[in-house]
């Protein structure tokens, strides 16, 4: 089993829509949880942080974390095409040192 | 700096030749991260440095890859007797003492041919 899981995609949406992204993972004490969004080309950049259950928002952004699920989402709302990129998951585990990343999702968001 | 410089930006060699990849983070930055990606895939975690504390190894995937930090700056990757295997993005992040949130540099493109 992978340390963190995404559905590589791509994933369609059209502009104006609410876009979905969904991330597991499998260590339970995992305890800082992150997104990141790669443009083609690019290097990945942090858009969202969540250490808590519950949503958290912030502008069109909103993630959302079920630690007893082990599920964390994102879903971006009134999606532009400026929003076409791939997002990864990445999860922290309290005791590692190290950010995990899973494989990514690649959004498109059609005219 | 004002960010995270990688050099050389592109890299082409031959199957066994030794290569060093560079990377410069971000001035206070005590935390730095080596990340391989492959083409389509996700970022694969390769070696984490935290001040003068052990660096974590265990991302490494072989033997012939080894990473060095000097204090809390330049960072070198090196990788001897390249694998057509080894072609990918080299991405190097720094962080303020380990804080998550990484910023990235553009990465190195090594091709093994």
Request: proline fraction near 4%; charged fraction near 20%; include cysteine.
């Amino acid at each position: 089993q992978k340390e963190v899981e995404q559905n590589s995609g791509p994933l369609s949406v059209p502009e104006g829509a609410i876009a979905s992204l969904n991330c597991t993972y499998s260590d339970r004490v995992s305890q800082s949880f992150f997104w990141y969004r790669q443009y083609s080309g690019k290097s990945p950049e942090l858009i969202m942080s969540i250490y808590s259950n519950g949503d958290k928002e912030d502008g069109r952004f909103t993630a959302q974390l079920n630690k007893a699920s082990q599920y964390v989402s994102l879903l971006i709302r009134d999606s532009q095409p400026s929003d076409s990129a791939t997002y990864l998951c990445a999860v922290k585990t309290g005791t590692a040192s190290k950010l995990t990343f899973g494989t990514g999702t690649r959004l498109q968001v059609t005219l | 700096g004002a960010g995270v410089s990688q050099s050389p930006s592109n890299k082409v060699t031959e199957k066994g030749k030794d290569v060093e990849l560079r990377c410069d983070p971000i001035s206070g930055h005590t935390a730095l991260y080596w990340y391989r990606q492959r083409l389509g895939q996700g970022l694969e975690f390769l070696i984490y440095f935290q001040g003068n504390s052990a660096p974590d190894k265990s991302g490494l995937p072989s033997d012939r890859f080894s990473a060095e930090r000097t204090g809390e700056s330049v960072s070198t990757l090196t990788i001897q007797r390249t694998q057509q295997e080894d072609s990918a993005v080299y991405l190097c992040a720094s962080s303020f003492r380990g804080d998550e949130k990484l910023f990235f540099g553009s990465g190195t493109q090594l091709s093994v041919l």
